[in-house]
């Protein structure tokens, strides 16, 4: 499965802001970010005008990298929500929502999306009962997801579960952390993923052009 292995903290430097894709360590004076807010590279301290392609780019790819998706499948959900009809930014964000790695993370059983991802393709969840290991399968309402009854003493997910216990859970799931599972409740609401720094617009612009 086609995936990105290279250094995380240059992502957030490349986008200009903390993607928060290493988890504990986005919150710490460790950061890369922090020490160096300025893109990566020989030239990476220059100051540049965007244009209004590059302004659409960067957004696109931003969007791909807090998902911890590749070009080509992002793609593909931008032409699905181009074809189904209501808001289009609605449509994409309902998709990305609705992926199993994302709803692990969303549910707090992982401390990032790259760690959800990684447990969904070691087989630790299960979806209404039946294992899924594939993490960009989508949810429907109604789905419920738990922890493999072997999988609960996991270290990494107790951390998780220790790590997030104070963040509030989204309102289209519900989750029982100390049951470890959840239920997809319904797919969410443009308006109600606040911590999506980028206006969806310009990325449905991008595709469009």
């Not at 009809?85 to 692990?104: F, P």
């Not at 220790?162 to 959840?182: A, H, M, Q, T």
Request: charge should be positive; proline fraction near 4%.
């Amino acid at each position: 499965m086609a995936r990105y292995t290279g250094p995380l903290c240059r992502l957030c430097r490349r986008e200009g802001m903390k993607l928060y894709l290493k988890g504990e360590r986005c919150y710490t004076d460790k950061c890369a970010f922090e020490r160096r807010p300025y893109a990566p590279g020989q030239h990476g301290q220059a100051r540049r005008k965007l244009t209004q392609y590059g302004i659409q780019l960067r957004a696109k790819q931003t969007v791909k990298r807090i998902y911890g998706i590749l070009e080509r499948q992002f793609e593909r959900y931008v032409e699905k929500a181009m074809k189904k009809s209501g808001d289009t930014r609605e449509n994409l964000i309902q998709l990305l929502e609705a992926r199993l790695d994302n709803v692990v993370y969303r549910m707090g059983f992982a401390i990032n999306r790259r760690q959800a991802r990684q447990l969904v393709n070691h087989g630790h969840f299960l979806v209404n009962g039946k294992k899924i290991d594939i993490p960009s399968y989508l949810l429907r309402p109604g789905d419920v997801v738990e922890v493999r009854e072997n999988s609960r003493d996991l270290e990494v997910i107790k951390k998780a579960l220790e790590f997030n216990k104070e963040r509030n859970v989204v309102p289209w799931l519900e989750v029982d952390r100390e049951g470890f599972r959840g239920v997809f409740l319904r797919y969410p609401k443009l308006e109600e993923v606040t911590d999506l720094p980028i206006d969806l617009q310009v990325v449905i612009e991008f595709y469009s052009r």
